[in-house]
C-alpha cells in the first residue's frame, strides 16, 4: 500500500493538517485544498481534494474526538476511518452496517468493521451515501489495511488500485496492530 498516514491533535486544522502532510511528503511547494461533494458539486463539505506543485494527490481524512487522521497516497484514491469502539457500540445496528453472511460479535470487531466499511466507502468517493450493508469487504478492488490506534479506537485505511473504480476484485487485509 502507498499510503502515508499522520495523526493530529481535533483541534487542528482540516486544511492545514492536509496541507502539512503533503508538504512533509512530497517537500515545500504550493498546496491547495478543498472539498468536493460529487453528488452536488458543493465546495462546502464531500470529499478532501489537495493539489501540491498543481498535480492532484489523493488524500482522506477522519475526525473522532480528540484524533484527527490523516492519508496521503501516491497511486489510487484513498480512504480512511477512525472510529471509538464504544461509540460504535452504543448506535450498533447490525441491519445497518453489516452485509449478508457478515459477522461481528464483539464491540472491537463492530468498530473494526464499521471503520473498514466507511474507509472504503470513502476511498470510493461516496461516504456513508451509500449503505454499508451493500459493501462486501472481499469484492474491494484495491487494499485493506488496519491502522495502529490509539487505545478505544480503532482505524482503518483503503486504497483502489489504480484506474478501478469498480467494486470487484479482492481486497487485501494486513493487521498492523
Same mark, same amino acid.
Given at each position: 500500500? &502507498?499510503?502515508?498516514?499522520?495523526?493530529?491533535?481535533?483541534?487542528?486544522?482540516?486544511?492545514?493538517?492536509?496541507?502539512?502532510?503533503?508538504?512533509?511528503?512530497l517537500? #515545500? *511547494?504550493?498546496?491547495?485544498?478543498?472539498?468536493?461533494?460529487?453528488?452536488?458539486? #458543493?465546495a462546502e463539505? +464531500?470529499?478532501?481534494?489537495?493539489?501540491?506543485?498543481?498535480?492532484?494527490?489523493?488524500? &482522506?481524512? &477522519?475526525?473522532?474526538?480528540?484524533?484527527?487522521?490523516?492519508?496521503?497516497?501516491?497511486? !489510487?484514491?484513498? !480512504?480512511?476511518?477512525?472510529? #471509538?469502539?464504544?461509540?460504535?457500540?452504543? !448506535?450498533?445496528?447490525?441491519?445497518?452496517?453489516?452485509?449478508? *453472511?457478515?459477522?461481528?460479535?464483539?464491540?472491537e470487531?463492530? +468498530?473494526?468493521?464499521?471503520a473498514?466499511k466507511?474507509a472504503? %466507502?470513502?476511498?470510493?468517493?461516496?461516504? %456513508?451515501?451509500?449503505?454499508?450493508?451493500?459493501?462486501?469487504?472481499?469484492d474491494?478492488?484495491?487494499?485493506?489495511?488496519?491502522?495502529?490506534?490509539?487505545?478505544g479506537?480503532?482505524?482503518?485505511?483503503?486504497e483502489?488500485?489504480?484506474g478501478?473504480? !469498480?467494486? &470487484?476484485?479482492?481486497?487485501?487485509?494486513r493487521?498492523a496492530?
Amino acid at each position: 500500500m &502507498s499510503v502515508d498516514l499522520a495523526w493530529h491533535p481535533w483541534t487542528a486544522d482540516v486544511t492545514e493538517a492536509l496541507a502539512s502532510h503533503v508538504r512533509g511528503l512530497l517537500g #515545500s *511547494g504550493d498546496v491547495e485544498t478543498g472539498r468536493l461533494c460529487p453528488r452536488c458539486g #458543493s465546495a462546502e463539505h +464531500g470529499r478532501p481534494w489537495v493539489r501540491h506543485r498543481s498535480r492532484s494527490v489523493p488524500v &482522506s481524512l &477522519s475526525r473522532c474526538r480528540p484524533h484527527l487522521l490523516t492519508a496521503v497516497g501516491t497511486a !489510487g484514491p484513498v !480512504g480512511v476511518d477512525v472510529e #471509538s469502539v464504544a461509540a460504535v457500540g452504543r !448506535g450498533w445496528d447490525p441491519a445497518l452496517v453489516l452485509a449478508p *453472511g457478515e459477522r461481528a460479535d464483539t464491540p472491537e470487531d463492530r +468498530g473494526m468493521l464499521w471503520a473498514r466499511k466507511e474507509a472504503v %466507502l470513502k476511498a470510493y468517493a461516496v461516504g %456513508l451515501a451509500d449503505p454499508m450493508c451493500r459493501l462486501v469487504l472481499a469484492d474491494f478492488p484495491g487494499e485493506l489495511d488496519d491502522v495502529p490506534a490509539p487505545p478505544g479506537y480503532v482505524a482503518a485505511v483503503a486504497e483502489l488500485r489504480e484506474g478501478r473504480e !469498480g467494486r &470487484s476484485g479482492t481486497a487485501t487485509r494486513r493487521t498492523a496492530r
